[in-house]
């Protein structure tokens, strides 16, 4: 499915350049939009770098980020607010790499705390419904975008959830990947894990011995080998 993008006339000319490139779009229009700096229909984005992100965040000097997404989730059924970059990670004294990205202003402001970065994506996210998602580079961000386009226009999927899909989550690990071989259900899940609670103990049974437990026969314990010894 493809397209129509429509992005902001002041965005950087690199936005458009990559919305143009992506293999899912079918149409771009640059223009000024009152809301969000990428939109697609009833779904619009906000792009924000990392820098943008603080200094919306702080209100210097550009307008108060919480402002900002109050009035795209406003006019948009659905808006998302997609960073330029990773959430910073702590550093020495608690303070995040972001605080570097604020223009000094000798007032000796020390910078956000990369906790207060990641506490405002989830307000965000909370407060209005707008998930704020990092996407690391340009590139990365306007393919995300896209998806979210697509998938809010297109039909739902049509193919069922695998019959092995294990839906308790809290499951042992080895139980889920068990669940997740094709063919294998949930209770057949449950006894594999009883009788290989370790995955490295199943990768060497035989086919015999899988055989054995309640549920598995000839050809599900091959599709059992198979899964498990992929890439062997």
Do not use: W
Request: net charge negative; aromatic share 4%; proline share 6%.
């Amino acid at each position: 499915m493809s397209l129509s993008v429509f992005v902001d006339d002041r965005e950087p000319p690199a936005v458009a350049e990559a919305v143009r490139a992506h293999g899912d779009v079918d149409a771009t229009e640059v223009r000024r939009l009152d809301a969000g700096d990428l939109v697609m229909g009833d779904v619009a984005v906000e792009r924000k770098t990392l820098a943008d992100y603080v200094n919306t965040l702080v209100g210097r000097p550009s307008p108060d980020l919480y402002d900002q997404v109050r009035r795209l989730s406003a006019a948009f059924p659905y808006s998302y607010l997609l960073l330029e970059d990773e959430f910073p990670a702590d550093v020495a004294e608690g303070r995040s790499a972001a605080h570097r990205t604020q223009s000094g202003d000798g007032d000796g402001d020390e910078g956000v705390p990369a906790a207060a970065v990641r506490g405002s994506a989830a307000s965000i996210t909370v407060r209005f419904g707008t998930p704020v998602i990092p996407c690391s580079d340009l590139d990365r961000l306007v393919d995300i975008a896209v998806r979210l386009g697509r998938k809010h226009v297109e039909a739902p999927g049509a193919r069922a959830l695998p019959n092995g899909s294990v839906t308790r989550r809290d499951a042992p690990t080895a139980e889920r990947m068990y669940g997740c071989i094709d063919g294998v259900g949930t209770a057949t899940a449950e006894r594999l894990y009883e009788s290989y609670p370790a995955v490295a103990d199943a990768v060497a049974a035989s086919r015999e011995e899988l055989t054995s437990v309640s549920g598995v026969g000839p050809k599900r314990a091959d599709a059992i080998r198979a899964a498990l010894r992929d890439g062997e």
